[in-house]
């Protein structure tokens, strides 16, 4: 299953020439990944507040293929690939239109809020997002 949103590009995103900031990129997937979770109706500080959990960001693999510019519409997509008890990585692209933009692995752990050490993922959760 493979989410879909929109992101328009504002001038905050992008440097003197009109391109995104290659780190801002990543706040467009982490922005997706959200909102995944928001459309199965998880909230991230709801989950933090109800299981003691939160997901932080362990590893990240960029590939960036075109440029994003100045005030385009990009969909942003996430899609589970891989999971284990404790971890859940995404596979994420920017498009514009037809074209590619960028894509990424993003591999997050599950963590509880008290002392940031790793917990297993709920299995209701677990069930909701895993492929």
Same mark, same amino acid.
């Given at each position: 299953?493979?989410?879909?949103? *929109?992101?328009?590009?504002?001038?905050?995103?992008?440097?003197? !020439?009109?391109?995104?900031?290659?780190?801002?990129?990543?706040?467009?997937?982490?922005?997706?990944?959200?909102?995944?979770?928001?459309?199965?109706?998880?909230?991230?500080?709801?989950?933090?507040?109800?299981?003691?959990?939160?997901?932080?960001?362990? *590893?990240?693999?960029?590939?960036?293929?075109?440029?994003?510019?100045?005030?385009?519409?990009?969909?942003?997509?996430?899609?589970? !690939?891989?999971?284990?008890?404790?971890?859940?990585?995404?596979?994420?692209?920017?498009?514009?239109?037809?074209?590619?933009?960028?894509? !990424?692995?993003?591999r997050v752990v599950c963590v509880g809020?008290?002392?940031?050490?790793?917990?297993?993922?709920?299995?209701?959760?677990?069930?909701?997002?895993?492929?």
């Amino acid at each position: 299953m493979t989410f879909t949103c *929109s992101i328009r590009v504002y001038y905050e995103d992008t440097d003197a !020439g009109g391109v995104v900031f290659h780190a801002n990129y990543l706040k467009f997937f982490e922005r997706a990944r959200t909102e995944m979770l928001r459309s199965k109706g998880y909230e991230l500080d709801q989950l933090a507040e109800t299981a003691g959990i939160v997901f932080v960001v362990r *590893s990240v693999q960029l590939d960036y293929l075109r440029p994003a510019r100045f005030n385009q519409l990009l969909e942003v997509t996430a899609a589970i !690939g891989e999971h284990s008890k404790t971890s859940l990585t995404f596979t994420q692209t920017i498009h514009h239109k037809d074209t590619v933009l960028c894509t !990424g692995v993003i591999r997050v752990v599950c963590v509880g809020t008290a002392g940031l050490r790793p917990k297993a993922i709920p299995d209701y959760l677990l069930e909701q997002l895993s492929p």
